[in-house]
């Protein structure tokens, strides 16, 4: 008879997504306090028994939810870095930065709302603020790596800056409503702002001359 240590059949794989589906539609919508086996066993429409074989507790659940989400995140993440990389001038950069905001913010599945759950229960458990702490740090690198090459004198810290002003905005529009028009543009405008303080400081202290100063 098979165990849930064993390695999951095709149909069983299928079920076991299902379920983490399930999770990140109630996490996402009601929030991480309203997940249980029960709430979770009945939007999956499967049996209570059938949640507990793949999942021995809530906080396993929580852990591969976590995971499940990163891994289905890291598409958009991918596409967004490779993005990011093609900018060719700051207006650019603060131009693909907005549309990465208003599509987390725009995502019908409501998983920007779950990430934040996510980041909430990783102030209560190592193990998913390890894995958010890594996620956020391999976007931070590959925008650092951007900043570096538009030519910042501090990519690390103007990274953890833009990265600081994205989450504020994600936070300040995050609704169950259609994103208007205005909020928009203020994000837009928002970020363009950020950008072009930025892009004058790198003028006023390009790498070369920061070199000099520390030789």
Same mark, same amino acid.
């Given at each position: ?31 991480? /306090? ?8 009945? +939007? ?19 852990? +591969? ?28 950069? /603060? ?69 600081? /002003? ?29 950008? +072009? ?10 790498? +070369? ?7």
């Amino acid at each position: 008879m098979p165990t849930a240590t064993d390695p999951p059949s095709k149909k069983g794989a299928e079920r076991k997504s299902r379920i983490l589906d399930a999770a990140l539609t109630i996490i996402g919508r009601d929030g991480l /306090a309203a997940l249980s086996m029960r709430t979770l066993a009945t +939007e999956a429409g499967l049996p209570l028994g059938a949640v507990g074989y793949y999942f021995a507790n809530k906080k396993q659940l929580i852990g +591969e939810a976590f995971d499940a989400h990163s891994q289905r995140e890291l598409q958009r993440v991918v596409q967004t870095i490779s993005s990011i990389g093609d900018a060719g001038s700051g207006t650019d950069l /603060a131009e693909r930065l907005t549309d990465f905001v208003v599509e987390g913010l725009q995502n019908d599945a409501n998983s920007l709302v779950a990430e934040y759950e996510f980041l909430v229960e990783a102030s209560r458990r190592p193990e998913v603020a390890r894995a958010s702490t890594a996620w956020l740090q391999a976007l931070q690198a590959q925008l650092a790596n951007v900043l570096r090459r538009l030519g910042s004198s501090e990519p690390t810290t103007d990274a953890r800056l833009i990265m600081a /002003a994205i989450a504020g905005l994600e936070v300040d529009n995050l609704t169950s409503d259609a994103l208007t028009r205005m909020q928009t543009t203020a994000i837009r405008e928002s970020l363009m702002r950020l950008v +072009e303080a930025l892009s004058l400081a790198w003028a006023r202290n390009p790498p +070369e001359r920061r070199r000099e100063k520390h030789s």
